[in-house]
């Protein structure tokens, strides 16, 4: 069983910036692919971002260009990095692992404010 933990949301102004990080419990080096997804009241969580074991990166329409996923396979972590952020971007963020196809794994999710 792996630990997914999520830090970096907050309240931000529309046009911020925010990191998000995901820390996990155990080694992602392994891991398929690994990733975020976002859930607005009312809406149905969707992907936002992921990056293969190889790095390979994909991203939402919605987000492309603004949005950049990385992982740091020696601290466990893995970072998503949003700019211009406007207020259809307010959402819990959940990060999500798959260390293989028939495994995954969810964190508890932050809360990302945007205001006008």
């Known amino acids: 069983q792996v630990q997914l933990v999520e830090s970096g949301g907050g309240s931000v102004q529309a046009g911020g910036s925010l990191r998000l990080a995901c820390s996990a419990s155990?080694?992602?080096?392994?891991?398929?692919?690994i990733g975020w997804y976002r859930q607005a009241p009312g809406r149905q969580r969707e992907l936002v971002a992921s990056?293969?074991?190889?790095?390979?990166?994909s991203y939402a329409d919605a987000v492309k260009a603004r949005i950049t996923i990385s992982r740091d396979n020696t601290k466990n972590t893995q970072y998503q990095q949003m700019t211009s952020l406007n207020a259809a971007d307010s959402a819990i963020y959940y990060c999500?692992?798959?260390?293989?196809?028939?495994?995954?794994?969810w964190g508890q999710g932050t809360q990302v404010t945007v205001s006008s």
């Open positions: 999500h692992a798959t260390p293989s196809d028939k495994i995954d794994y």
């Open positions: 990056i293969t074991k190889s790095g390979y990166t």
């Open positions: 155990g080694s992602i080096f392994s891991f398929n692919a």
